[in-house]
Structure formats: C-alpha cells, structure tokens
C-alpha cells in the first residue's frame, strides 16, 4: 500500500480474526489512502493493467450492495469493497457508468448507532455524487 501512495492505512488483522480483535488489534485507514488504491486500481497502475482488471472484477461481485449501488441505476456498475464492525461502516470502490467513465468514490462512518438508517444515508449520499457527475460535471 506504502508504494501506491498510502501512508497511513494500516492493516492489524484479517477478517473475522477474534483473537487480535480481542487484543484492540484493528486495521485502520484514511478516505485519502482508499481514494488512492481505488484510483491506482481504477486506472490500471496497482501492480499491473492485468493485476488491475483482475482487481476490478473480484470487487464487482461484491455482495453486500446497501450503500454505494443501492439507489444508482442498474446500468451502473460498482466494483466496491465494503467493510463494518460494530460502530463503524465504510464503501469505497470505482463507479463504472455506461458512458465508459468512471469516479472512486470513498464513504466512512464511525461512532453509528443505526447501521440500516447509516447504509441509507450512504446510498443518498452516492446518488447525489451520480447526479452531478451525470447532470453537472460529467454533461
């Protein structure tokens, strides 16, 4: 991550590791740091163009879909990584739109109380984002 730019994530623990999380050992980043690896993913340049599309693809079938994708128009690709624990809920990841451009879009949460009414709040909050990129900038 160091070589892509990121300077401050920090990865403590793999997923569902109960003994270091046990510990207070918990992995931690910045929506700079996840804006870059997305965009080094996005355009090719993390580890390779191949090792990116690779990325690309395994983050597309992406299962849990309650915040970035949610209220975006089916035709509209996400390839996003999600991740949550008690308190805390982050999307980040490339929105693919139709027209062949993309944008990296990075949500953060933490300190919530309600994990349904925060994955709400984060679909608006993307929709918004499409919106302009559709009617504002991007046309």
Known sequence: MRDLGAKDI???RGVED???????LNNSTTAYDLM???DRIATGKAVSPEASKAMIATLLEQKFNDAIPAKLPKDVRVAHKTGSITGVRHDSGIVLLPDGRQYVLVLLSKDIKDDKLTSSVMATVSEWIYQY???GRGK
Do not use: P, T
């Open 10 to 12: 920090q990865v403590r």
């Open 18 to 24: 109960s003994k270091a999380f046990a510990k207070g």
């Open 36 to 38: 870059l690896i997305f």
């Open 133 to 135: 990129e559709m009617q």
